[in-house]
């Protein structure tokens, strides 16, 4: 009789696994939603709060010498640890893989056990009691093993966290209680959570607002079926020492089945823990109304199922935890009333196709880059836009993070201070120098950090700005025109130009700035930061030779000695004298015999007029060894630092501590190295006073008086190309920064930023400063060094990035300290150039991070084979990649050559010339290729659109037609399946002619 059982059992259970999947095909083949899906749609609902976390215990029964317990053996999250056999310790996060089997039998086990759902409970033993009591009056067990049923779940639960637990002398040879009296013995759950469980640390990996449920798996000797059992509670409640952290209990499932079949009860326990950490599946049960709509979820969760042949794939292999989870969204959205989904995910209607469902997103900006048509609109729209964040913008920037984002930003805005500064001094005979950089570095800034729309972007100098500076002086010289006057007028100019761009919202034309022209711009000065920072490095090899003549064999014959001369004569003795003797009026009266050559330095042998005689008399130092070690060692050290944040070492808050301060350790490192060495090295070079670098100029500029009248007007046609630079420069760093992936939630300004701008432009002018914009490098760097990321991940899963911390007091300290570095000479002059060259070298490489284009030229040097799993080389042919990389090259190459030459100053117009080649790409690949290499123009993206509204208007008609001319049979025409013929009717576990509570492992 129990053979016969088992047998119609399993076939039961087979027959629901096939009635599902065939209910499957035939909804792809009728063109319909499964049941199942159909049954989802009206549980599932966008309008509806999300459902929290889900944390999974299971607990297995034990028997240790007569004694029960049960004892935590597996946990989930998001993914599965286990205990391992030892019991002393976790096992790595992994996936759970599960056999189909114990899901085809957890299904049975829905079907026939009992589910309680909104069961009002506020304790385990009232609980258990209501669970044996509508199992009694079902019919589902009989009334004798009641007692025995709520012994063996109210006994103790053992976690990770507890010892073994060992019996009283007292309770050695006592049989197991059978009476209701003894069920309520000192071994039973604890009413309230211990103290193991209240200091487990684990809860910082649980988010704050997420329930438990508890799975329950064991075997025991009174039963001859299973009891199975399903509880959702109407309120979470703490139910004592359940759980092995204090988290109320939401769910229950119990499976206690005959002896003999463990192991499969064990699989099940499993399956039912994946289920309800599935976010699908979590959803339908806290959402679920009966039982259908529990075996609904379990049939969509079976449709998406990847079964791996057991011939090809070990078991026993645990899978790592991928680094980026796929969205749980998309599989949602199929069900929302709102759309036509099918159950696989085709989200954009019945005849979407899965590559519909992965198109990148359309190139939208937001409506900040909306034209408003009215005065000022935009700028209106940005100040009503920030105002709300004032407050926020300062108080959000007090976090231990935003030191070393300070450190690290600052350090890069004086090195660049004083390199733009030096060579702006040698372009303009001084009439901008070190100090000029350094007072307009901190005052625009500043203002911009203060009253900008984004103040995450850091204000710098630029390349383009130099050479025209340049060219406007040597402009000047030869035709005898004031330089300062006409820079004056220049500024003012580029100001108002700013200004009507700002009134008129021409910003809006960015919107037509996609992926080509962001990521052409950006590499360009990402290259240009490394190449700079390697020239530099080159210049101190020029500086300080490698002494190749050296041989340490002839160690002997090298000697330097100073010679006197045949005769001293006053007029070759220098101004300044190392002995203090510039006063010495008659040098008649010093007795130049009496010196004692041999013992000059070198300085004063030549200021005397001695010669310097040997073969190490031009030996240097290898300081140019040393500067490449710091300059090197800093940015390998800075990247490593980095990279320390997802390393196996040290708890979480230490590596992430050391990955944010990883820029400052690698500084600090290698200037104590710097310093141990005590070598002669490129130092750091702050000026000490505040005054200009030319003394013959003053602090404000006169707007007339030394250049014709008409120099006024004429100053306005080079004002264009300057105008052209700051809104192409300043812009498109703006849309770099804002883009989505940096998720910023504080909005965007481009009209304010360029107010302001514009405004700073005229300041820096009337004071004889230099001209800002936004510099993307540096302001990429800071947005990196702002990044968020999740404080409590689940086990396994990579830290989530949250967004950047959007605030305006790193700006505004950076550039207060910028200002303010004139006093913090006398510790600034102990940073070796090199070292901070190594962090220029950083910002460079480290912006090209996430970048398409740079990702694509990597792709030549690689076999197919071992190229990386990039989504756009799934939809467009490698050809075909390659051909709009190169296109990207040649006019980086062309930039690059602009750059470089006395053309430099029309390397604006050139950046607006990427605009036009972009535009001339669409004849030259699909628009389906550039969707995924680049971002549809806003006027292409309108037509696909509408295309592919009529395409689904009439999809969505034609389909109609045939659902209100077809029957039953013509959904799911029987031809479709000649070979299999499975009754298709629902099976109603009421109406099965073997008991409900039958064996499901069978």
């Not at 950083?842 to 076999?863: C, D, N, T």
């Not at 009439?954 to 039953?968: I, P, Q, T, Y």
């Amino acid at each position: 009789m129990e053979q016969e059982q088992r047998r119609v059992t399993g076939v039961f259970s087979i027959h629901d696994s096939i009635q599902s999947l065939t209910s499957s095909l035939g909804s792809q083949s009728s063109c319909t939603v499964s049941p199942a899906a159909e049954r989802l749609r009206h549980i599932l609902r966008e309008e509806d709060e999300p459902t929290p976390t889900l944390f999974t215990e299971m607990d297995t029964l034990q028997h240790e010498g007569g004694e029960m317990e049960w004892k935590e053996s597996a946990r989930w999250v998001k993914f599965e640890e286990k205990v391992e056999e030892g019991g002393e310790r976790w096992s790595k996060p992994h996936v759970s893989t599960l056999s189909l089997h114990s899901l085809f039998e957890l299904r049975t086990c829905l079907q026939t056990g009992c589910i309680m759902l909104d069961l009002e409970g506020y304790s385990l033993p009232q609980i258990v009691d209501d669970i044996i009591e509508k199992q009694v009056q079902e019919g589902l067990i009989a009334p004798e093993i009641r007692e025995k049923i709520s012994f063996v779940l109210l006994r103790k639960h053992r976690h990770q966290t507890k010892k073994p637990i060992h019996r009283s002398l007292a309770d050695i040879g006592k049989p197991s209680p059978s009476n209701p009296s003894q069920c309520r013995s000192m071994n039973d759950i604890s009413v309230t959570p211990s103290t193991d469980q209240l200091k487990n640390k684990f809860m910082k990996k649980i988010p704050r607002d997420a329930e438990a449920s508890n799975v329950l798996i064991g075997e025991v000797d009174f039963l001859d079926k299973p009891f199975v059992a399903f509880v959702r509670l109407a309120q979470a409640a703490t139910l004592g020492g359940l759980t092995e952290v204090p988290v109320p209990t939401r769910f229950l499932f119990v499976l206690l089945g005959p002896n003999g079949k463990a192991k499969s009860y064990n699989e099940i326990g499993r399956a039912m823990a994946t289920l309800m950490v599935d976010d699908l599946f979590s959803d339908v049960a806290y959402k679920a109304r009966d039982r259908e709509d529990l075996i609904a979820g379990i049939d969509e969760f079976l449709d998406e199922v990847i079964v791996l042949p057991p011939g090809e794939w070990d078991p026993k292999i645990r899978i790592e935890p991928p680094k980026k989870l796929p969205s749980a969204e998309m599989r949602k959205s199929v069900f929302s009333l709102n759309e036509l989904g099918q159950p696989n995910g085709n989200a954009g209607g019945g005849a979407a196709s899965a590559e519909d469902e992965e198109m990148p997103a359309p190139h939208e900006l937001g409506e900040e880059l909306k034209f408003t048509g009215r005065f000022c609109g935009g700028l209106w729209l940005d100040i009503k836009r920030k105002v709300p964040w004032v407050f926020s913008d300062f108080y959000e920037g007090f976090h231990i993070q935003s030191v070393s984002a300070v450190l690290f930003i600052y350090l890069g805005c004086i090195t660049n201070a004083i390199t733009f500064g030096g060579l702006l001094g040698d372009a303009t005979d001084n009439y901008q120098g070190v100090m000029e950089s350094f007072l307009g570095t901190a005052l625009a800034g500043m203002v911009f950090c203060l009253f900008g729309g984004q103040p995450l972007i850091i204000l710098s100098s630029t390349g383009p700005i130099l050479i025209f500076e340049k060219l406007l002086y040597e402009f000047s010289i030869n035709n005898n025109i004031d330089y300062m006057e006409i820079r004056l007028w220049v500024g003012l100019h580029s100001c108002l130009q700013c200004l009507i761009l700002v009134a008129t919202d021409a910003s809006y034309i960015i919107k037509y700035m996609t992926r080509f022209t962001e990521e052409g711009f950006s590499s360009l000065i990402s290259f240009i930061f490394i190449s700079d920072a390697l020239k530099k490095m080159m210049s101190v090899f020029n500086y300080y030779p490698i002494n190749r003549d050296f041989k340490p064999d002839y160690i002997t014959s090298y000697r330097c000695d100073c010679q006197p001369p045949d005769q001293v004569s006053p007029l070759v003795l220098n101004t300044s004298s190392p002995l203090g003797l510039e006063n010495f009026s008659d040098y008649s009266m010093f007795n130049f015999s009496a010196l004692d050559w041999n013992q000059l330095s070198k300085k004063e042998c030549l200021w005397f007029g001695g010669s310097l005689v040997g073969k190490s008399c031009k030996y240097i130092p290898d300081l140019a060894m040393l500067s490449f070690i710091l300059f090197f060692g800093t940015y390998s050290m800075t990247i490593s630092l980095k990279k320390f944040k997802a390393s196996r070492y040290f708890p979480t808050k230490c590596r992430t501590f050391i990955a944010d301060f990883a820029i400052i350790v690698s500084i600090l490192v290698f200037c104590a190295l710097d310093y141990v060495m005590s070598l002669d090295t490129p130092k750091l070079h702050v000026p000490t006073q505040i005054k200009p670098t030319r003394p013959d100029r003053g602090w404000i500029v006169m707007p007339f008086g030394k250049n014709p009248w008409w120099m006024c007007l004429a100053s306005f046609v080079p004002a264009l190309l300057v105008t052209i630079l700051i809104f192409m420069d300043q812009q498109i760093t703006a849309v770099i920064v804002n883009r989505k992936e940096n998720k910023l939630k504080k909005g965007c300004g481009y009209h304010l930023d360029l107010f302001w701008v514009g405004i700073l432009m005229a300041v820096c002018s009337f004071m004889g400063l230099p001209w800002y914009v936004a510099a993307t490098v540096i302001s990429i760097a800071h947005i990196d060094s702002l990044k968020m990321e999740s404080e409590s991940s689940a086990p396994g899963e990579q830290p989530q990035f949250l967004g950047v911390r959007e605030q305006r007091l790193t700006g505004v300290l950076v550039f207060v300290l910028t200002g303010v570095s004139v006093f913090l000479a006398p510790v600034l002059q102990y940073i070796p150039m090199p070292v901070l060259y190594g962090v220029f070298l950083y910002m460079g490489v480290a912006s090209l991070h996430g970048i398409q284009f740079w990702e694509r030229m990597k792709l030549f040097l690689m076999p197919a084979k071992h190229q990386p799993d990039f989504v756009f080389l799934r939809h467009v042919p490698l050809r075909r990649v390659h051909l709009f990389t190169l296109v990207q090259i040649t006019c980086l190459a062309v930039l690059w050559i602009l750059k470089s030459t006395v053309a430099a100053i029309i390397f604006p117009v050139m950046i607006l010339g990427l605009m036009v080649v972009r535009k001339m790409l669409d004849l030259i690949f699909s628009q389906h290729d550039l969707a995924w290499l680049d971002d549809i123009l806003p006027d292409k993206d309108k037509k696909r659109k509408e295309d592919e509204k009529k395409k689904k208007e009439k999809k969505k008609a034609r389909k109609s037609e045939e659902h209100n001319n077809s029957d039953e049979e013509s959904k799911c025409p029987k031809d479709s399946l000649q070979s299999v013929e499975i009754p298709l009717k629902p099976m109603n576990p009421s109406c099965c002619p073997n008991p409900p509570n039958s064996d499901p492992s069978a």
